[in-house]
Structure formats: C-alpha cells, structure tokens
C-alpha cells in the first residue's frame, strides 16, 4: 500500500511476519516465565525462604520481560551532552541489560519448587516449562526464528525423556528395591549413555582436515 502526502509520496507500509515473529516469541518468553512462576508458588508456603525465593522469581521474570520489550530501544555511545534525565533512563536500560534476570528466576523457581513437599510430576512439568522458557528467551534476544533450534531435537528429546525418567523414580517406593526400580535404573542409565552419544558430536572439537 503506498501512501501520499502533499508533494510527498511514502513507500509502501509492509508489516513483516519477523516483526510479528519477534513480538510472539518475546509475549511467549513472558508468559511462559508468568506460568512458571504460578506453577512453581502453587500451593502457597510460608516455611523457610519461600516468600523471599517468591519475591525473586516475580522479580527476576518481570524484569526479564521488560528488557525484552526494551531490546530494540538503541543507546548512544556519546551521552557526555545529553539532558541528566536522558542519562538516567540509559544506564537504566544499561543495568537492565546487563544483569541476568531469567537465570535468577530459574535459581529462585527452583529454589520455591523445593520448598514443597515431593511432588516429581509436577517438578518435571517445572523442568520443561523452565526449559522452553530459558529457549524462549534466547530466541527473543537473538531475534531468530524457532528453526535454529532444529540440530538440537535429537539432544532436547533425550533432555525430555530424562525428566520423565526421573519423575518416575521420584514416584517408586523407596521401602526397599524390586524389579521395577531395578529396571527404570537400567532404562536411565540407557538414556544417558544415549544422550551423551548425542552431546558429544556437538561439544567434540572437530579434527583438523589434512
């Protein structure tokens, strides 16, 4: 669609699907961390460090999603001249680009999940929602599309396959070893043997071609 005005004429005004794919993906990295969050105080506990643990993670996902929303705001290398107001909103977004807010919420999530009683399924769908929420993120900051993730499938699904593992186990009777534990342990460690088959191609330096 182009546009006139006056002896002016505008080029055409296209919405991309990058900018709509960069918008979902960052909206998707605040909710998952939102979901976390709920998913990890629920049922509310008021033993120990929980409250501040909770404080943290509210905290740290908030803060993380506002940097998000705030990427694309550009920072001068000169602010020498600049009105102390203006200074001031930069080393803001300099502070809140440089600290790690998502890992801190991972910490703390982690730290209120331990808070309540054993519960493996729960924890697990924990693990994976941190997971996605962690690759979220990287995708938002990087502005890349979800297909970058493809060469790690392989290693993500044996990641899954893990977690379920070890909710499993979480669930045994720990009252004395049958055949069932004895099995899921021959099984975990099968999955681990695999996962590190699949890791290593992608940490193992290459050799040099001769």
């Not at 182009?2 to 002896?7: E, F, M, Y």
Request: glycine share 10%; with cysteine.
């Amino acid at each position: 669609m182009t546009r006139s005005l006056g002896p002016w004429r505008l080029g055409p005004v296209i919405v991309g699907p990058v900018e709509v794919g960069a918008v979902a993906i960052r909206a998707a990295a605040a909710l998952l961390g939102a979901g976390c969050v709920v998913w990890a105080a629920a049922p509310l506990v008021h033993q120990g460090w929980a409250n501040l643990a909770l404080v943290l993670a509210i905290a740290g996902v908030a803060a993380g999603a506002l940097r998000l929303i705030l990427a694309g705001v550009p920072q001068p290398e000169d602010t020498f001249l600049l009105p102390v107001p203006v200074r001031a909103w930069l080393r803001f977004l300099e502070a809140l680009r440089r600290v790690p807010w998502e890992e801190g919420a991972v910490i703390a999530l982690v730290w209120l999940e331990v808070m309540h009683r054993s519960r493996p399924w729960h924890t697990a769908f924990l693990g994976a929602a941190l997971i996605a929420y962690l690759l979220a993120t990287h995708l938002a900051e990087s502005d890349a599309s979800p297909g970058v993730l493809r060469p790690q499938v392989r290693v993500l699904a044996v990641g899954a396959g893990l977690l379920a593992l070890g909710a499993g186990a979480g669930m045994l009777s720990a009252t004395g070893p049958g055949a069932g534990s004895a099995l899921l342990r021959l099984v975990a460690a099968g999955a681990l043997i695999a996962a590190a088959a699949l890791v290593l191609p992608f940490v193992a330096p290459s050799a040099p071609d001769r």
